[in-house]
């Protein structure tokens, strides 16, 4: 069974940087897009970035532009989030997920397939 796991999330101040990775195994990865999402406690879950299966023309939420970067290396299987200058408003579950086959950076949750287990990223003021 395929799965996609997270890590790299934890506690940061306000300002501070962290890098979140997901890794893909026993699923085909590189045709694929790939997004991260959001979840903050009594919120429902959110969009905050997605990169085509190709690279190409990458998709943010507003919230996060100019802070966070997503990237992908098809090599490892791995997709990358970036956050820089981070807000205790970022503090949430972030996940990664799987989207549509040869996609573009949809924010809709409903064209991502394949979840990983989430990791926590709390930032304090």
């Known amino acids: 069974q395929g799965q996609l796991v997270e890590s790299g999330g934890g506690l940061v101040q306000a300002g501070g940087s962290l890098r979140l990775s997901c890794a893909a195994s026993?699923?085909?990865?590189?045709?694929?897009?790939m997004g991260w999402f959001r979840q903050a406690p009594a919120k429902e879950r959110e969009f905050v970035a997605a990169?085509?299966?190709?690279?190409?023309?990458?998709s943010y939420a507003d919230s996060v532009k100019g802070r966070f970067t997503i990237s992908r290396d098809n090599v490892k299987n791995t997709v990358y989030l970036q956050m820089n200058n981070l807000k205790p408003e970022d503090t949430a579950v972030y996940y990664c997920?799987?989207?549509?086959?040869?996609?573009?950076?949809?924010?809709?949750?409903?064209?991502?397939?394949?979840w990983g287990q989430g990791t926590q990223v709390t930032v304090s003021s």
């Open positions: 026993g699923l085909t990865f590189s045709s694929y897009a």
């Open positions: 990169i085509p299966w190709s690279g190409g023309r990458i």
């Open positions: 997920a799987r989207g549509p086959l040869r996609g573009g950076g949809s924010s809709r949750l409903a064209e991502y397939g394949y």
